[in-house]
């Protein structure tokens, strides 16, 4: 008998993007059903070998998962299994569910034979041949129930195991779903997803993760010091950041639906780094204290200020990493002589260890919804910032049915460049377009002309477009019949 899974984890056994997967619904050649798909339609729809050259000959599922993982901004992730105790509370679970599933084939095995006998005693009625054949009839509906004959489903196999290694996550009201994969806590994971629940510290101090549990089993994986109040306990509320899933669970928590919903915060982050990514641009790496992460959104910005003994400058920057990974902020800094904070760190006077204040977070240059369409991305010189971080969230969550970025700078200009050729080499649905135009106004044109050439269904696209305002300006003003547009002048 075929089990039904949910997009996310079919995609995840098959080897595919979760909107790769929607695409394929969409276009009829995968039938779902309330949002869950069947290992017999997977089946159908990627044949043994097909499935087996993705994920064993090419190597590119495992390819777009390193390029997934460079862009959380994380030097090292090890994929590592949960732990011992969590692997045998799921095993266990499992078993149970393996013992009720004999104890039913056992009833239906006494009842058939109990048919059967009685169909032995009608054989010496009349209409004994009509006996018989009911009797064989019983008999290959018995076989059929146990399945002697069937072939294996052996996507069915892998589902069943893969829910030993990984956890699904349901979080209502919002009804995202997500995987929880090794020892992640609940709330690592959901950030890796592209989730935005409430959270502060991380560590089990602020409780601002607390979440209530409506079903399934969770572990404590860290100390907590947050004491939860006994109504608290009584309802089910558990903190996110100490605790991991033994089982798939359903959390109710409320989650940020827009740039409004993320609080300002304030905190003192420290120089992890500075580096050159070319002559004009560096790369800053701040990280936060474990006590004190930044939320917010992919897309928007802050404002860093240097302590008084380093100059007392400020700068408003928009951050070019992932929210996945909230304590390692990056940041891509131009020179410009009328802008003292760049100066500062061009001269050399910012050393590892720096500390810097960081206030924010502003900004509507966001992703709104995770539902699969194309996003079109225009990034004009250092306006490439946002833009990277928008990409990497939309690849944490699978939100694009296809991507496309045109990076319009100077000719040698494009600093990330290869990153953005490994996002096209190792992800079918994106594609990167590099223009040696400058950022001026005569580079909007080519800009338009290059979107213009673009094969893509742009009545249901959606904008994005960052630059100098004399960049982003025209490229906006011309009508693209795109579903939505956002920009951001910088």
Request: aromatic share 6%.
């Amino acid at each position: 008998m075929p089990q039904w899974l949910t997009i996310s984890r079919a995609a995840k056994l098959i080897g595919v993007t979760r909107g790769a997967m929607q695409k394929k619904i969409l276009d009829g050649e995968l039938e779902s059903f309330d949002g869950l798909v069947s290992t017999e339609q997977l089946a159908r729809a990627y044949p043994a070998g097909d499935v087996e050259r993705r994920l064993d000959d090419d190597g590119a599922f495992e390819r777009v998962s390193q390029i997934k993982d460079e862009s959380f901004g994380r030097r090292v992730r090890e994929r590592v299994l949960p732990s011992r105790e969590i692997l045998a509370q799921r095993l266990f679970a499992q078993s149970q569910e393996l013992a009720q599933l004999r104890r039913h084939v056992v009833r239906y095995h006494e009842f058939v034979s109990g048919i059967r006998s009685r169909i032995q005693l009608l054989r010496r009625q009349p209409a004994e041949a009509a006996m018989a054949q009911l009797g064989a009839l019983v008999d290959a509906g018995f076989a059929e129930v146990l399945g002697a004959d069937d072939p294996v489903d052996r996507i069915a196999a892998l589902a069943d195991a893969f829910r030993v290694m990984a956890a699904r996550i349901t979080l209502r009201p919002s009804g995202r779903e997500f995987l929880l994969e090794g020892r992640d806590s609940l709330l690592a994971a959901a950030l890796k997803s592209g989730a935005t629940p409430g959270y502060g510290c991380g560590n089990g101090n602020c409780g601002l993760c607390k979440a209530r549990l409506v079903s399934g089993e969770v572990a404590r994986i860290a100390p907590s010091d947050y004491p939860l109040s006994e109504a608290e306990r009584r309802q089910g509320c558990v903190l996110m950041c100490a605790h991991t899933a033994a089982s798939d669970v359903v959390l109710e928590v409320l989650e940020a639906g827009s740039a409004h919903d993320i609080p300002d915060q304030a905190l003192v982050a420290r120089v992890h780094s500075l580096a050159a990514l070319d002559d004009d641009t560096l790369l800053l790496h701040l990280q936060t204290p474990r006590s004190a992460r930044l939320r917010f959104l992919a897309g928007q910005g802050v404002t860093l200020g240097l302590a008084a003994d380093v100059g007392d400058h400020t700068a408003d920057l928009p951050i070019a990493s992932c929210p996945c990974d909230d304590r390692n902020l990056q940041f891509h800094v131009t020179r410009n002589a009328d802008d003292a904070f760049a100066q500062r760190l061009f001269s050399g006077a910012v050393a590892r260890g720096t500390e810097i204040n960081v206030r924010g977070p502003w900004g509507e240059f966001v992703l709104e919804g995770d539902a699969p369409r194309p996003l079109i991305f225009v990034a004009g010189g250092a306006g490439f910032a946002p833009i990277k971080s928008l990409i990497e969230h939309a690849l944490a969550v699978d939100a694009a049915e296809s991507m496309t970025l045109v990076w319009a700078a100077r000719r040698g200009g494009h600093y990330l460049a290869n990153q953005c050729r490994a996002w096209s080499d190792a992800l079918g649905n994106f594609r990167y377009f590099q223009l040696d135009t400058g950022t001026g106004a005569d580079s909007a044109a080519a800009v338009l002309e290059t979107l213009r050439s673009i094969k893509t269904d742009t009545g249901a696209a959606e904008l994005y477009v960052c630059g100098p305002a004399g960049f982003v300006l025209p490229v906006a003003a011309v009508p693209l019949g795109v579903a939505k547009l956002r920009t951001y002048s910088i």
